[in-house]
């Protein structure tokens, strides 16, 4: 079968391009013949304000790409499109709205000479615009089916198209894994939230709750969706600044060992998610979760065994957590509990449900 993915991969970086890029490699180990469409400049600057590209690969980059699309060239999205026909399956990779003009314009010059299939990593974002609704349904229903990553996000897509929707579970995409820094870890007493910092994502909850313990540190890795003041002045209001380590900034792959390697958990106090490969992360280098019940969160730790979950929105519910997390043993048999996660059944069953 000769297959178009149309997405991010690299020089992008997070996961979104690591998806895209796993995904065609496992779809060509299967025989397919796999191109990525991918792009030259995938959004203005103003609409994604951290670091979009990075110059060392997350994996293995997919030889059989090309980068020609371009948000500021509309005729390259219509070309994109007449070079598809020939396809027997397109997939655009739909990481946010933005995408949705030039994937329309690939549609217009497809001209339905092929079957689209739209893999939604979110079908609207967290935080939502008055457009995205709007540009979701048009893209979805021009769509010949969709494909998500939980029974909740299927439901937000039926709501906006009639077009089938097939649900598959996220599968792992996780960076190669490097050897972690050695004499990293200190006695217990540091915690780690990683990835980029929205609104959504908690980071003002966690610092409420710490504010709760004695003698707990945090370190904060990854971009700041909106800049730093903020988070800043809410750590010296509780009077934090001692315990609480920025390293504002994108982690590159190979920096992410050291990084689990000096904490006792990852946190992850998500009021609201969809599917996320944070807490198979945390596992792959050995660190208990300490999660939200939110999204497929909750699928991925074992309560009491590899992790810990609270109730999502909650900075009481989140600081008895931390404190249950700090009780004497606790940290030493949750680390005992944690096992890579064996990406193979995912991703069969993934591909499975995308060429069904």
């Known amino acids: 079968m000769k297959i178009s993915i149309v997405g991010p991969t690299h020089p992008y970086k997070g996961g979104g391009a690591q998806h895209t890029t796993e995904l065609a490699h496992r779809l060509s180990a299967r025989g397919?013949?796999?191109?990525i469409e991918s792009w030259r400049a995938q959004y203005p600057a103003f609409l994604y304000p951290g670091?979009?590209?990075i110059d060392s690969p997350e994996g293995e980059p997919y030889p059989h790409t090309r980068r020609d699309l371009d948000w500021r060239r509309p005729d390259g999205w219509v070309r994109c499109g007449r070079r598809l026909r020939a396809a027997d399956l397109v997939v655009p990779a739909v990481l946010?709205?933005?995408q949705v003009p030039a994937y329309l314009g690939i549609l217009y010059g497809l001209r339905g000479r092929a079957p689209v299939i739209a893999l939604c990593h979110n079908v609207l974002p967290h935080e939502r615009?008055?457009?995205?609704?709007?540009?979701m349904r048009a893209l979805l229903r021009r769509a010949g089916g969709v494909l998500v990553h939980s029974e909740q996000q299927a439901g937000v897509a039926?709501?906006?198209t009639?077009?089938?929707?097939?649900?598959?579970?996220l599968p792992p995409h996780l960076p190669a894994r490097s050897p972690a820094a050695a004499g990293g870890r200190e006695p217990y007493g540091r915690l780690l939230f990683f990835g980029i910092v929205r609104p959504y994502k908690g980071l003002d909850l966690l610092l409420r709750a710490l504010a709760q313990l004695p003698d707990v540190g945090l370190t904060v890795a990854g971009e700041f969706w909106g800049g730093l003041e903020e988070t800043r002045a809410l750590v010296a209001e509780l009077g934090l600044t001692e315990r609480v380590e920025l390293r504002p900034g994108y982690v590159a792959a190979e920096d992410v060992p050291g990084l689990?390697?000096?904490?006792d958990a990852l946190v992850l106090p998500y009021?609201?998610?969809?599917?996320?490969?944070?807490?198979?992360?945390?596992?792959?280098?050995g660190v208990p979760v300490i999660a939200t019940r939110v999204g497929a969160l909750a699928d991925n730790v074992s309560d009491g065994v590899d992790g810990l979950l609270v109730e999502p929105d909650s900075v009481g519910a989140l600081a008895e957590a931390l404190k249950r997390f700090y009780e004497p043993g606790m940290p030493e048999r949750l680390r005992a509990g944690v096992r890579p996660v064996d990406p193979e059944p995912y991703w069969s069953a993934y591909l499975d449900t995308l060429l069904a």
């Open 32 to 35: 397919h013949d796999v191109v």
């Open 51 to 53: 670091q979009q590209t």
């Open 96 to 98: 946010s709205p933005v």
């Open 129 to 135: 615009k008055p457009y995205d609704v709007p540009l």
């Open 158 to 160: 039926r709501e906006l």
């Open 162 to 169: 009639g077009t089938p929707v097939r649900v598959a579970a």
């Open 260 to 263: 689990f390697a000096g904490v």
């Open 271 to 285: 009021r609201s998610a969809t599917a996320s490969q944070n807490v198979w992360l945390g596992h792959e280098h």
